[in-house]
């Protein structure tokens, strides 16, 4: 636990101060350019990989970066009036959806009924993704090769979760009016490769 504190301590007495300016300038509004939907790997950090300072990412993270189809309810919603807020609230001009090499949320995709017996929620969850998955078991002898299984399944669920996005009118309306650009990213971990989803091509290209 120490080490957390510690962590505070050298925030305060060094990147606070290199970045004392920026922080009092947002200490009344901030005005972020991309709404950032993430997986909440603890590998994954925003900031790091899009060489962001705060201020510049409105973010989401759950497991497996999912995004739940729009609609309208009194449950408490916490995805959907987050991207509902960074949208029509603060206006932000993008959307990244970001996945990542080694999910553990899209492995989970795959867990068999003693397996999710322990974690009810996250199996309610990615439900989200089920058209993913059902996508994959389609796939010949796919679960005889894990690693491609792996890459196939992350990539897919970074397009079916830019698809969902569609699903909220008010986002469908801004990007037809070409005021809202909407991406998805994958992550390779090991290597910090970035490849960027081409939707004209259909097919994710690396960012270099």
């Keep these: ?62 497991i497996a970066n999912l995004v739940p189809f729009y609609r309208e309810s009194d449950d408490f919603l916490a995805t959907t009036s987050a991207i509902e807020f960074a949208v ?6 993008n959307i990244l959806i970001c996945g990542h090499s080694n999910c553990g949320g899209c492995n989970a995709l795959f867990f068999d009924e003693e397996q999710l017996k322990n974690i009810p929620h996250t199996s309610k969850w990615l439900q989200l993704a089920k058209s ?9 002898n796919i679960h005889n090769e894990p690693a491609k299984r792996e890459w196939m399944t992350e990539q897919l669920n970074i397009i079916e979760q830019m698809n969902h996005l569609f699903s909220y009118p008010y986002i469908k309306e801004k990007y037809a009016k070409k005021e809202l650009n909407i991406l998805g990213w994958y992550y390779i971990i090991e290597t910090g490769e970035i490849f960027n989803y081409n939707i004209d091509e259909q097919r994710f290209i690396k960012i270099e």
């Design 88 to 93: 029509k609230a603060l206006n932000v001009e």
């Design 1 to 62: 636990m120490e080490y957390l504190f510690n962590g505070v301590k050298e925030f305060n007495a060094k990147d606070f101060h290199e970045h004392k300016e920026l922080f009092e300038n947002l200490s009344k509004k901030q005005t972020p350019h991309t709404l950032f939907i993430g997986c909440s790997d603890s590998r994954i950090v925003p900031n790091l990989i899009t060489k962001t300072l705060p201020g510049d990412l409105f973010v989401i993270r759950n």
């Design 132 to 140: 993913v998955k059902d996508k994959i078991n389609l796939e010949p």
